[in-house]
């Protein structure tokens, strides 16, 4: 695979997560101020189609779509052709309709029947990259980890390089003393750009857990 190497400077970068597209849960709709599914997807593209751009690059982070029932393809295709210039995909722990078009994909290179996964896979006619469930980007040269969970260590943690990441729905504790962020739809209700990451991250000293102490 390619090193994705990207310039803020170039374009706008985005980042989402947890859309839960259909989950017509209190627990969801309620800490996100919604009173209906419908007022919140309403909302949610409102907000995508008022953010993003043509040129500009997006990141998914996964959990787009779940509990959608009879939509469930539909809000998956909505999701794949998000107008942007490129859209790359990290899987979650609900993959309902995304699922399935990347069966579709698989099935297109005969891949399918031999439970084979391949990263990075476009999806047709459209800007949306299947990049699997983890990834390691490059942005104004700092090294992003992207995952749909938050982990403890990563690579090249004590070198400045961040974890970004969802599933929380802002419920986990910001460690300030790591470059870990969730951009879950929680924190600002639309997508979030790459320098608002910057500005939460990089004041942050990026100790390393997992390294030895100067004492041993």
């Known amino acids: 695979m390619k090193r994705i190497s990207l310039n803020s400077k170039d374009q706008k970068i985005w980042f989402v997560s947890d859309l839960h597209l259909g989950h017509n849960k209190p627990f969801i709709l309620g800490p996100r101020n919604y009173s209906s599914i419908n007022e919140a997807i309403d909302h949610q593209w409102q907000m995508m189609n008022e953010h993003i751009g043509p040129e500009d690059i997006v990141f998914n982070l996964g959990d787009a779509v779940i509990g959608a029932f009879d939509n469930t393809t539909t809000y998956a295709k ?31 290179l ?36 992207l995952t749909h969970y938050p982990i403890a260590s990563w690579n090249r943690i004590g070198k400045g390089a961040y974890n970004i990441h969802g599933h929380c729905h802002r419920n986990l504790k910001e460690d300030l003393s790591i470059k870990r962020l969730d951009v879950g739809w929680e924190w600002k ?28």
Not at 78 to 98: E, T
Not at 131 to 144: F, K, N, Q, S, T
């Open 189 to 216: 209700r639309r997508p979030v750009e790459w320098n608002e990451i910057v500005r939460e991250l990089s004041p942050r000293k990026g100790f390393a857990p997992d390294h030895r102490r100067e004492s041993e």
């Open 110 to 145: 005969d891949l399918l029947e031999d439970d084979i996964e391949i990263y990075p896979l476009n999806y047709p006619s459209s800007p949306f990259v299947f990049l699997g469930h983890y990834a390691e980007v490059w942005i104004d040269d700092v090294m992003c980890v």
């Open 78 to 108: 909505r999701v794949v052709h998000i107008p942007c210039k490129q859209q790359y995909f990290i899987w979650g722990n609900h993959n309902a309709g995304v699922q399935a078009l990347y069966d579709d994909c698989r099935k297109q």
